[in-house]
């Protein structure tokens, strides 16, 4: 499958963004989603995950509160409505999809087998 991300920009401490994952899919109830950032010369980090069905979510401990993840299946689009951010967020944020995990929620890269091209993330402070 194809992901497709937008969404990102340039915001100020405070503000919020809500980026968007395109997939090219005939049934995207069938993947599971997340969503991971990179921060310059860091490791690809998990932000938060979606089944299949959008029935369970799960987040990093660093965004909870503030993120949430959300699906449109009639849509094929997985979103990531960010409040509250802070410059800490500042990254490149990527989605990524698997067939075979819908109905579970992993926080490992290597769990998932498709992935969007990443869309920045600044924060000002």
């Known amino acids: 499958v194809q992901l497709q991300a937008s969404g990102g920009g340039l915001v100020q401490t405070g503000d919020s963004l809500r980026l968007s994952c395109a997939a090219s899919?005939?049934?995207?109830?069938?993947?599971?989603a997340a969503w991971f950032r990179q921060a310059p010369g860091e490791g690809r980090e998990f932000v938060a995950s979606?089944?299949?069905?959008?029935?369970?979510?799960d987040y990093a401990d660093s965004v909870k509160g503030r993120f949430t993840i959300s699906r449109d299946n009639p849509k094929n689009t997985v979103y990531l409505q960010m409040n509250s951010l802070k410059p800490e967020d500042t990254a490149v944020y990527y989605c990524?999809?698997?067939?075979?995990?819908?109905?579970?929620?992993?926080?490992?890269?290597?769990?998932?087998?498709?992935w969007g091209q990443g869309t920045q993330v600044t924060v000002s402070s």
């Open positions: 979606i089944t299949g069905s959008g029935g369970s979510t």
């Open positions: 990524a999809a698997d067939l075979r995990i819908s109905d579970h929620l992993y926080r490992s890269t290597l769990e998932y087998e498709s």
């Open positions: 899919v005939r049934t995207f109830s069938n993947y599971a």
